[in-house]
């Protein structure tokens, strides 16, 4: 038994076999020269990787006919179809045969070719195709290369494991068979990363930052992992099973016990109310949000919209899942976040470019006013959808009033071209700005004039003020709300809301960070969004509390001189 101690990023036990995923995203390509009599054998080569592919994609094909959705199993069909293709195969056999090189080096350097040329295509469909290229020809070559997996293992699950992974991208999370997968373990991320979100989002447990346990773990060994402290335990014995199944049922009874909660306003002792909302990724989510009490939807992140296989930026979808959250919250206030693109949540068919530090690149509102046609698609989705309920805009990663600006001009735009259409959608509607940048911070003032809200991505704002990557567990120990910096940017925000008369919110994890409340709500924050489940904790917390006390603990914290120090003053709080 050997036991492990990681970042706790989404509750839960989970005991079962673990699956330990290897994907090299890129495996060096090797690249020489060859005879002219060698090309028959390379080609011969070639011909056994194709048949091996086949074989993967065509099992792959019927498993999605029987289990997933008919757009699934379509992109397998078109897999099989590219395979098959005689006009790429005569390509392939061409460049051998004159460039003299190895088979894997001419169908990467082709293929490369030929998905820069679609990806350039205005098109959609297009630039969908050069995804499905590269993606077979990455399993023809992993074939050459003998690496034994690839991406699609992962909707091919064909039992419940516990995955075990170095790295995740949220792209590769979404595509996993998620009915088998009962628990995940990674070396890297954090709670904030992408990937945490998203395994809070499908309920599995998930312990992430484990430097070491892709590697330490072998496939089929029996993994125990519990997503509320962090442990995982490899080949756990008797005893450990049974002390942490016992605390697990503790867990579900205090949860249960929470649930009364749920029609109970969040109001401190003497009388301050804190609104309570949740953030959801997927729509299906907004059911459950109101399960644990949420008084509306503070953060949809819909840029998960845009990842899901073939759902690139429809304007009809995007109608469609927008209406459905409205539909679900009845008249409570919905926050579409526009398209946040980017950093982690990279969507091969809409970026196109490498960077070199893409936290620091063309992600979120960047992304989006340099391609005002898909933001306003975006816009116009969200303005019709909001015939059906109470919908806000937000806009991510604001930097500074002129990015605002342009938004909003953008959504002016988009309004104009509904009415032209003569589409029904929502005339005036809240349009808020995030605050996650510290130079939005800094200029929360002027910002605030050109805002009806502001919410606080802390995740972001502590990366960013901090200049700590949110997703790199080396890293982790530096990621500290309880920073002065961070607390004075908080504090700056929500007065300069306050000043203009405009509410504060935080949709980061900090909100649903139970040892966060008390200063939060000190800090003046009005309204908190957060993982559904977390709501009701919060909650509890809140209704025990007093304001004024709470307003004396955030002064003393915002004395404070380090880290050390804001610590010892919330501790010597909550005693
Ligand atoms: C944040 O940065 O705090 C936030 C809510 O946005 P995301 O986590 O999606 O970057
Ligand atoms: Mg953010």
Redesign the pocket.
Known sequence: MKTFTGIPASAGLAIGKAFVYHYDETPDIPRYNITEDETAAEWERLQKAVAQAEAEVRSLHERACREMSREQADIFQTHLMMLEDIDFLDQIRDRLEKNLQNIEWVVSDLTREVSQKLMASPDPVFRERAVDIADVSSRVINSLLHVARSRFSLAGLEEDVILAAHDLMPSEALVMDKSHVKGLVMDMGSR?S?TA?LARAFNIPAVLGLSVISREVKDGQTLMLNGSSGIVVVDPNRETLVREKTGEKKYRRRTDRLAALRDLPAETKDGRRVTLKA?IEFPEEAERALDYGAEGIG?Y?SEFLYMMPRKAAEEEVQYEAYSRVLKAMGKLPVTIRTV?IG?DKVIPELLTVSEKNPLLGWRAIRFSLAHPDLFKLQLRAILRSGVHGNVRIMF?MISGVEEMEQALALLDEARRECKKKKQPFAGTIEAGA?I?IPSAAMTADILAEKSDFFSL?????VQYSLAVDRGNEKVNYLSEFRHPAVLRFLKRTIDAAHEKGIKAAI???LAGDPSATAILVGLGLDELSMTASSIPPVKQIIRGLSFEDCKVLAGKALQARSIAEVRAVMETDSQ
């Open positions: 904030t992408h979100i953030n953060l992140r946040d950093g991510p995030m996650e991505g802390t995740n972001d704002l949709c980061g994890e």
